[in-house]
């Protein structure tokens, strides 16, 4: 029997895009889904697009909210979902024909809890280019959080069962990395497969959060979804990781993760901050974790320099 997939679009002002990304969804080769479309409040018309592609196709539906962000948009849609497989896929990207029919194969190929592939982003110029990330088999979960293997919100495909079974759902309010903290959860135990083609399509369209001014306040949310990933993994009884390497690695990647964002944020003029960022002593313990061997020599001017809380040399690191 064919099984259903159930496929989660959050959109918000993506009336451009959205058609687009709906018709890459009507065209897979695999049939059986149901494409679950939550309107985030949207000013433009967004749901106007929808409404008119879903006239001729039962398997769209339109969920509507009030504006909460993208991980409240993607709890509604897992709210709604009744597929055997879960699907993301955001309004402004797009699938290659045949995703949904490879992913599938291979899920069901090898027995595992997830598959994902590649992807490639998609320019407004029209270039399409292409990223070669190692892909990694099994319980990958090391590979993922020191990023030898990546892998978008978009291009996985996930028993509906395994999610509920780990009660996991992404964090509303969280406005970076919401995605790759829901990521790092669910390979914390899925057994993993990959199929090493680029079958996901992102968009970078101008004003997307990849062209956005870069604003701390926004990115250090990136460093608590890290350290929420974190707390959720270690409180897991996992016999596939050693528990002290994971208590290691998860260490020392939380001290790059600050000690970089504190680099940028020196680096963009907010010093005083970064300072009290560093005055705290949780953040100050986590930064002395950091395993300077294994990083490279600039990383470790830059690890020295942000440590230096040094005036002179952060009004230097201005100009690199």
């Known amino acids: 029997m064919d099984k259903l997939v159930s496929i989660i679009v959050p959109a918000y002002n993506v009336a451009p895009e959205i058609g687009d990304c709906i018709r890459s969804v009507q065209q897979q080769t695999y049939p059986h ?15 106007v697009v929808v409404e008119e592609l879903m006239r001729d196709d039962s398997r769209i539906r339109l969920v509507n ?12 849609g897992l709210s709604k979902a009744s597929g055997v497989y879960i699907a993301f896929l955001d309004g402004d990207d797009m699938w290659e024909p045949t995703f949904l029919d490879e992913l599938i194969a291979a899920k069901e190929k090898s027995n595992v809890d997830m598959v994902y592939c590649g992807y ?15 892909y990694s088999n099994g319980h990958i979960l090391m590979d993922v959080i020191n990023k030898t293997t990546h ?12 999610i509920a079974q780990m009660n996991l759902s992404f964090t509303e309010g969280c406005l970076v990395a919401q995605d ?14 990959a199929v090493p083609k680029e079958l996901m399509i992102y968009r970078i369209r101008s004003g997307s959060a990849v062209r956005a001014k870069w604003n701390w306040e926004k990115h250090i949310h ?22 002290q ?55 470790r001017v830059k690890y020295w320099a942000v440590r230096s809380r040094n005036n002179a040399i952060w009004r230097l690191v201005g100009f690199l």
């Open 33 to 47: 889904w149901e494409l679950i479309v939550v309107n985030d409040e949207s000013k433009d018309n967004t749901e």
């Open 65 to 76: 909210q009030e504006n909460g962000g993208v991980s409240k948009a993607r709890n509604t």
């Open 120 to 134: 490639s982003h998609l320019y407004t110029s029209g270039l399409k280019r292409g990223f070669s990330y190692p």
């Open 151 to 162: 892998i978008h919100i978009g291009a996985i495909l996930v028993d509906r069962s395994f």
């Open 180 to 193: 790759q903290e829901f990521i790092k959860k669910l390979v914390s135990r899925a057994n993993v497969q």
């Open 222 to 243: 990136g460093i608590h979804a890290f350290r929420r990933a974190a707390e959720f993994i270690l409180a897991q009884d996992n016999p596939h990781y050693d528990k």
């Open 245 to 299: 390497q994971l208590i290691y690695e998860l260490n020392a990647k939380n001290a790059s993760n600050l000690y970089k964002l504190l680099w940028r944020m020196i680096k963009h003029g907010y010093q005083r901050e970064a300072l009290t960022l560093m005055d705290d002593q949780e953040n100050a313990f986590i930064l002395s974790q950091l395993d300077r061997s294994k990083i490279n020599l600039l990383q």
